[in-house]
């Protein structure tokens, strides 16, 4: 099975603050990378998809890189409404596995 | 308006069965990739079935041999039958659509299920 690794596991970051996640494949998934976001007592939402394709409505402040193994998600101009879990998945090859998530939280 | 809606979570005890159900509305769940996702409270998400355009079916060694996925054309309803369920199955189950791209793009809100005597 493939790992995702994400880093950090919790990020505390300002309002008005950028920042990046990271997610690291155990092995070479190309661009098959997906991004979601989930608010307490809320189903996941897609943010992100093949690395670095925006979901349909998703504003642009959210952006996503890379291939192969090392991927990344940063949020610019961090609001109120973006304080929440962040979660990568591989779609490359069954089974399909998540990272084990990165809780952002207000400082 | 896109749309899926889980049922069928409850309380049942080990080693019993469970079927949950997710209807979708606004589109033909036959023309996508359909898969269902689970959260416990300790940990991070997991990836639990799936079932192709084609009806080929798809499971993680977890729940192999004890899940299995189905898909209802005339209800348009995806679903998942539940064996042998075990304490570490206690989950929230979503359904989730597979858009072109092979990302899952829509999400039902999930049903709880809990293993427990």
């Known amino acids: 099975d493939i790992q995702m690794t994400q880093s950090p596991s919790s990020l505390s970051a300002s309002i008005g603050d950028r920042v990046t996640i990271t997610c690291r494949a155990s092995q070479d998934i190309a661009k098959y990378l997906a991004w979601f976001q989930q608010k307490p007592g809320r189903a996941p939402k897609s943010l992100i998809y093949?690395?670095?394709s925006l979901q349909s409505g998703v504003p642009s402040k959210f952006s996503g890189s890379g291939f192969g193994t090392d991927f990344t998600l940063t949020i610019s101009s961090l609001q109120p409404e973006d304080f929440a879990s962040y979660y990568c998945q591989q779609y490359n090859s069954y089974p399909y596995t998540f990272g084990q998530g990165t809780k952002l939280e207000i400082k | 308006e896109v749309q899926l809606v889980e049922s069928g979570g409850g309380l049942v005890q080990p080693g019993g069965s469970l079927r949950l159900s997710c209807e979708a509305s606004?589109?033909?769940?036959?023309?996508?990739?359909m898969h269902w996702v689970r959260q416990s409270t300790r940990k991070s998400l997991e990836w639990v079935s799936a079932i192709d355009t084609a009806g080929d079916t798809y499971y993680p060694g977890s729940v192999k041999g004890r899940f299995t996925i189905t898909r209802e054309t005339d209800t348009n309803s995806l679903h998942l039958q539940m064996n042998s369920l075990r304490a570490e199955d206690t989950a929230i189950y979503y359904c989730?659509?597979?858009?072109?791209?092979?990302?899952?793009?829509?999400w039902g809100k999930g049903t709880t299920v809990t293993v427990s005597s």
């Open positions: 093949a690395a670095s």
């Open positions: 989730a659509r597979v858009r072109s791209t092979g990302s899952m793009d829509v």
């Open positions: 606004g589109f033909g769940l036959s023309n996508y990739d």
